[in-house]
C-alpha cells in the first residue's frame, strides 16, 4: 500500500545533513560552516535551496547567520532538538513496512520460480530428453578439469550453447546459480538448450572418452 508520508524536501534534508555534521563533530559551536555558493556547490543545489535549509537551521538557534562572518554553529543542544524535530518515526516505519511486503513479495516468486524448476527438473527425470527446453543433468567427479572454476570462468555457455538452471548440492537445490556458481566435486547440475548442447557438455565437461 502507498505511504502516506511523504519524504523530505531538498532543503530540509540538507540542512539535516549539515545538524548530522554537527553531531558527529565536523563542527564545533563558533565554527563557520562553508558559505552559501560553497554549499551550494557541494550539495549541487541553487543557492535559494541552501538558504532556504540555512533558514530552517537558524529558526532552530542551530546556527547563526552573521553579516560579513558567514554561517557559525550557534547551540549542539538544539541541534538535537531539530533533529528530534525532523525525525519523521511514522514514515521510517511506514518505509519499513513497505520494504517487507516487497521482499514478501519477492520471496514468494522466487519460490514460485524454484518449484517451476523443480518440477521441470522432476519432469525430465521421467522422461527422454526430446524436448529441447527439458534440462539435461550432468554430475561433477572427482578429478575433472572444471572443479573450482566459475561458470563465467570456465567459459561454459561459449562451449555449449546451454545454460545452467539448477544445481543440486548436498541435496539442495539452487536455482539460477548465475555466473559466479563455482562447479564443486559432487554437485549435480542442469543445463537446458539445443539438442546438440548434450553432447557439447558432456565433452566439455568430461572429454572425448567418457
Excluded: H
Amino acid at each position: 500500500m502507498p505511504s502516506k508520508y511523504e519524504p523530505k524536501s531538498v532543503y530540509q534534508k540538507i540542512a539535516i545533513d549539515i545538524a548530522n555534521r554537527i553531531l558527529s563533530g565536523d563542527f564545533s559551536v563558533g565554527d563557520k560552516i562553508l558559505g552559501r555558493s560553497s554549499l551550494s556547490s557541494q550539495y549541487n543545489v541553487s543557492p535559494e535551496t541552501i538558504r532556504r535549509a540555512v533558514t530552517l537551521l537558524s529558526e532552530m538557534d542551530v546556527v547563526e547567520v552573521i553579516r560579513g562572518s558567514g554561517i557559525i554553529v550557534k547551540s549542539v543542544d538544539n541541534c538535537f532538538k531539530f533533529m528530534n524535530k525532523f525525525k519523521d518515526i511514522g514514515f521510517i516505519n511506514s518505509s519499513k513496512d513497505e520494504i517487507l511486503e516487497l521482499l514478501d513479495k519477492r520471496n514468494a516468486i522466487e519460490k514460485k520460480v524454484e518449484e517451476k524448476i523443480s518440477e521441470l527438473i522432476d519432469y525430465s527425470d521421467r522422461f527422454v530428453n526430446t524436448n529441447p527446453f527439458m534440462p539435461f543433468e550432468f554430475k561433477i567427479y572427482k578429478g575433472l578439469n572444471i572443479i573450482g572454476k566459475t561458470v563465467s570462468e570456465s567459459n561454459f555457455w561459449q562451449n555449449t550453447n546451454a545454460t545452467i538452471v539448477g544445481i543440486r548440492r548436498e541435496g539442495k537445490l539452487i536455482i539460477s546459480p548465475g555466473p559466479c556458481y563455482v562447479f564443486k566435486e559432487g554437485d549435480v547440475f542442469f543445463a537446458i538448450g539445443e539438442e546438440n548442447a548434450y553432447s557439447k557438455i558432456k565433452r566439455f565437461i568430461y572429454g572425448e572418452n567418457k
